[in-house]
């Protein structure tokens, strides 16, 4: 049986948009051994908030238009036999997704361990030398990691040795560094739907649920 899938997105607790989505056939062995118990090195992990609105083809294993970011499910849970439910939520505390207009959603599994959140393709500035650092400034570093000022100051005469795990700091001349995402995408992509498009601007709360069912 071809699978089936509806989400809902809610802002403030309000519901602002439900539909169903298009499955991609590269992340199914991933959600048919998750619905069968067979979780091992197999299972949903991870929602992509992107920037495109052009569904993907049938092998795509991502959201094929920058910017992206990408953040673990919060839980799931088996409303009945044969489905499962997908808690997700994208919240202030995500400061790589700030300025994104966002477009669509993704569901993602992973075969393996990935960190998250992860941002592609963003539009922060890069590290620049000598420069005043606001509190709550993002950059991209030498990684391609996303770096938010925790400690405002003036950043040093060369490029400092950026930390590299996701809450970690990097002091730069008198500002402090911390790593709030990752330049890595998960995989593969299970689901995929278009969404009316908004801006996030990282004061406001989304949340959603998003159920597959065989």
Not at 15 to 22: A, C, E, R, S, Y
Not at 27 to 38: H, K, Q, R, Y
């Amino acid at each position: 049986m071809r699978p089936k899938g509806i989400v809902t997105l809610y802002r403030g607790g309000r519901l602002i948009w439900k539909g169903h989505n298009l499955f991609v056939n590269t992340g199914l062995p991933a959600l048919a051994n998750l619905i069968a118990g067979v979780t091992a090195g197999q299972s949903v992990t991870a929602m992509g908030f992107g920037s495109g609105a052009t569904a993907p083809t049938a092998g795509d294993t991502g959201l094929n238009t920058p910017p992206a970011y990408y953040n673990a499910i919060g839980s799931c849970s088996f409303p009945s036999s044969g489905s499962v439910l997908f808690n997700y939520s994208l919240q202030a505390t995500d400061y790589a997704a700030a300025g994104m207009t966002i477009q669509e959603l993704g569901l993602f599994a992973n075969g393996s361990g990935v960190g998250l959140p992860a941002a592609v393709g963003t539009a922060n500035a890069l590290w620049s030398a000598s420069a005043a650092c606001a509190l709550g400034a993002t950059i991209v570093d030498g990684n391609n990691n996303i770096q938010r000022c925790t400690t405002a100051g003036t950043s040093g005469a060369g490029a400092p040795t950026w930390a590299t795990g996701l809450g970690t700091t990097t002091i730069d001349g008198s500002a402090v560094w911390t790593l709030v995402a990752l330049h890595s995408a998960p995989g593969p992509l299970i689901a995929h739907v278009s969404v009316p498009a908004f801006a996030y601007t990282g004061t406001g709360n989304y949340a959603g649920t998003w159920t597959l069912t065989f």
